[in-house]
């Protein structure tokens, strides 16, 4: 059985700090996808990681992908409010009769000033 | 364009009663997915839909019957609901059903009374 595991599932940030996001998977995937989610709302694409040791940023989010260690990393840097969402990670579920993705439980990051 | 569109955003149903979900893609993708995410949770797999037929069913309950018209087009009909059905429904899309990133629709936020 696959098994995705994000933590802390919940993070609360002070503006200005710095801090990590885990996501653990179970599979030989080498595909990883973080989206963002605002409380409502549907789900927004962050980063596709397609490698080993592919690494993204935008703005103040980097995300790394180490798949021989199963681990992903969402570094948050110099925390602002509007990164307050809740982040998941996925991963490809993959078998015989197709490939989905399988989400992680999701950390709720909430910044205060 | 790179939007999936979903309809309707709320829907109100009673037990008793027969309605559709309805979710467009005009990006030529040929994977198109249904989840269900309850509050405070991640989103979980429900169809998944490959060049129109349906590739993974993950053991859903007959009240919802998924349909796929044609390339763009992805329906869920639902009968006999239970209020514990009540939930955000994601329509997302694919280029391919071989892990690639799948966009998401804005979601009908279903409430069963």
């Known amino acids: 059985e696959l098994k995705v595991e994000q933590n802390p599932l919940f993070l609360s940030m002070q503006e200005g700090k710095n801090y990590t996001i885990y996501c653990n998977y179970s599979?030989?995937?080498?595909?990883l996808y973080w989206y963002r989610q605002d409380p409502g709302k549907s789900l927004e694409s962050l980063f596709v990681l397609l490698s080993n040791g592919a690494v993204k940023q935008e703005g103040r989010l980097m995300a790394s992908l180490d798949t021989k260690a199963r681990l992903s990393t969402l570094h948050i840097t110099a925390a602002v409010h509007d990164l307050s969402a809740t982040y998941f990670c996925a991963v490809d579920f993959i078998n015989q009769a197709g490939t989905a993705l399988i989400f992680g439980k999701g950390t709720t990051l909430s910044v205060s000033s | 364009d790179t939007e999936v569109t979903q309809t309707p955003k709320h829907l109100v149903m009673g037990m008793t009663n027969k309605k559709s979900l309805k979710c467009e893609q005009h990006?030529?993708?040929?994977?198109m997915y249904w989840y269900k995410q309850k509050a405070k949770k991640p989103p979980e797999l429900m169809f998944v839909?490959?060049?129109?037929?349906?590739?993974i069913n993950e053991s859903v309950p007959s009240r919802f019957s998924p349909e796929c018209p044609n390339s763009s087009l992805l329906n869920l009909h639902l009968h006999a609901l239970q209020p514990e059905d009540s939930a955000l429904y994601l329509c997302?899309?694919?280029?391919?059903?071989?892990?690639?990133?799948?966009?998401f629709g804005q979601g009908t936020r279903l409430t069963v009374v």
């Open positions: 839909y490959s060049y129109e037929k349906l590739s």
């Open positions: 599979t030989t995937s080498d595909r």
């Open positions: 997302a899309s694919s280029q391919e059903l071989d892990r690639t990133e799948a966009f």
């Open positions: 990006m030529g993708h040929r994977a």
